[in-house]
């Protein structure tokens, strides 16, 4: 893997690291093509159930590297919004395992995009947001239309229009983090909260994560027609038996994912 993104397995949770801390973990070319294969290939590693996504130093990321960018741009013909940012946001959005994004410091532009596409959002004390596109002249991207109103409804709108930074409080509020721990204790907390989800049935995690992303666009009974239909293909998983063997013996489950 290329040094400007680093992934790591420990036991069943998968940390994936933006590591460009001289420049805020700003994502150039190279980086974001590493990092969309690395969120890909985590999909094919039967022992990965759940993915970290962090940056290293004090930033989460600060979004597209505009310095890079105009320094160096795409060769003739290749488009790096296309098949690096947005591949990389499907990436995140596809995969079925849960993703997690542990937001250590600033996450601004597509560095916030990126935040927002994963499951869960697990912001340290001295985590900071911003859209700040519209700062820049441009429109949000990386998802951000898609993800804000669903997870704060119109009232994130004011994020996009003004570009201002946000801190931890204010995005706990809107909705836009599910826990906010201290920073003092975040990288031992965010590594205990992945363990414990990784603990869970793989197949029931990627059959959650399917359902609540086709219940988006659903109507009621749709979402129910297909909980149903996938709850069946689970009951005849030797997981499912194994959960209810253990329920039964008083034990924890051991899971395979088979």
Not at 16 to 40: F, H, K, S
């Amino acid at each position: 893997m290329s040094g400007v993104v680093l992934s790591e397995r420990r036991s069943h949770v998968r940390w994936i690291t933006i590591n460009r801390p001289e420049r805020r973990n700003a994502l150039d070319r190279d980086t974001i093509y590493a990092l969309r294969d690395a969120i890909g290939e985590s999909a094919g590693d039967a022992e990965t159930r759940v993915v970290v996504l962090t940056g290293a130093g004090q930033a989460f990321s600060s979004g597209a590297d505009l310095r890079a960018a105009r320094e160096t741009p795409a060769p003739a013909g290749e488009d790096v919004l296309e098949s690096g940012f947005n591949a990389a946001i499907r990436a995140v959005w596809n995969l079925p395992k849960p993703v997690i994004a542990a937001v250590g410091g600033v996450a601004t532009g597509f560095g916030c995009s990126l935040a927002l596409a994963a499951d869960v959002r697990l912001a340290s004390s001295l985590a900071r947001f911003s859209l700040i596109f519209v700062q820049r002249g441009l429109t949000v991207d990386g998802g951000a239309s898609y993800f804000l109103p669903r997870l704060a409804g119109l009232r994130g709108m004011e994020m996009a229009l003004t570009g201002e930074i946000i801190g931890v409080d204010e995005a706990f509020r809107l909705g836009l983090v599910n826990r906010v721990i201290p920073e003092d204790v975040f990288s031992t907390q965010v590594a205990e909260y992945a363990e414990r989800l990784a603990q869970n049935a793989p197949l029931a995690l990627a059959a959650i994560k399917e359902s609540m992303h086709a219940a988006l666009g659903s109507s009621l009974d749709t979402a129910l027609t297909h909980e149903m239909d996938v709850q069946r293909r689970l009951g005849r998983s030797e997981d499912v038996k194994e959960g209810i063997t253990a329920f039964l013996e008083k034990r924890a489950p051991v899971y395979k994912g088979k």
